[in-house]
């Protein structure tokens, strides 16, 4: 088979590192991939957002299985556009990816289909949505309804700060049309874990838990990032909680989203926050997540290409997926600066001298090969180090040992990913 893979990202990196080593697969292109995946795929330079350019180049090379990992392309309908020319797409259609594209619609749904979530207003006016907090007090989350690069969601501590946000959002348009409407919603205390699932329209096959970790600092400090390290599996998700979240929250998303007549097909993530009441949703995606992905591949037993070929197929049914039972713990190596603003081009020393450690892998995420075949820096999330041990805390030594070996000038980490698995 011929597979390509859409992104350029740790994630894809971590698909094609698992997809490469299917015996059914030939050859894997990624557009427009990193230093990383060239070494498995070849890199095609089209940008992921090009979803015409993709569907010619899909035609032209006449690819087998098309996977796409970020939300922006499945939220612009890349996979209607390859479905319209007979080719298969992993992904959900554009209607259906409005789960993620649109905040509004994600929480009219899960109210509409009883799914646990925080109690909301949705607004398309600054001023209503003012008197809304003014009324609601802090602490309160501030959504835009569309896609903001990660940004779009303020969690306040002060009704000054919601204040703010709402400007920022809506009278700034700092996320341009993506703050036409906002939501803005009860702040949930708890635990947060992520819940991956593979859905043809039908059956339902959830993959292994994991846990992300938001803040660019230590203990939860500082601002949100796309995720500093994730792990799996994550213990607040013991198989009680794992039961309730696939009753009310899995069967329901599949169920309600045939009923609106935009059946899901691929993999949906719900960002799950365990509070005292029990799961409740913060969001949903449309895609696999970043950096969950990471340790989840490393985790599958699994050959993952007959598996998305059968979601694509709607015959899912109730295959099982195989798991290594240690735990897996990606750690980000992150530029100095983000998630503001950092220098690309950074040299990354240490790559090569990786291999001395066994079940460690490193997932590029901004990376990028110069002229003269050199890794350099050319993103914020850079590397994300990923390691196999017999438990949680062996996992998490071996990739800070591996960390050890890696270095990139103003290279930041997080010295904590994993410690709240250990609490349990
Ligand atoms: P989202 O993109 O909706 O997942 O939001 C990003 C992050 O904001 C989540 O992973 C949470 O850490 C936080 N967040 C979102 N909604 C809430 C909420 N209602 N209460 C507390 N934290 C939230
Ligand atoms: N790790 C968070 C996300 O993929 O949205």
Redesign the pocket.
Known sequence: MKILVVGSGGREHALIWKIAQSPKVEKIYCAPGNAGTAALAENVPISSDDIQALKKFASAKKIDLTIVGPEAPLVSGIADLFEKDGLRIFGPRQAAARIEGS?VFSKQFMVKNDIPT?QAGIFNNAKEAKDYINVMGA?V?V?ADGLAA?K??M?CKTKAEALTAVETIMEKKEFGSAGNMVVV?????GE?ASILALTDGRSIVPLVSSQ?H?RIFDEDKGP?TGGMGAYSPAPVVTDRLMEEITVNVLKPFVAGMDREGTPYKGVFYA?I?VTKQGP?V??F?CRFGDPETQPIMMRMKSDIVPILEAVVEGKLDDRLIEWDKRASVCVVLASGGYPGKFEKGIPINGLDKIDQIEEVIVFHAGTELTGDNKVVTAGGRVLGVTALGDNIKFAIEKAYRAIGLLHFKNMHYRKDIGKKAIKH
Request: hydrophobic letters at 40%; proline letters at 4%.
């Open positions: 905040k925080a602490p989350v959504k990660g779009g969601v969690v919603e009860e702040c949930l205390v947060e992300d938001k949100n960002g926050m409740m913060l969001e995606n």
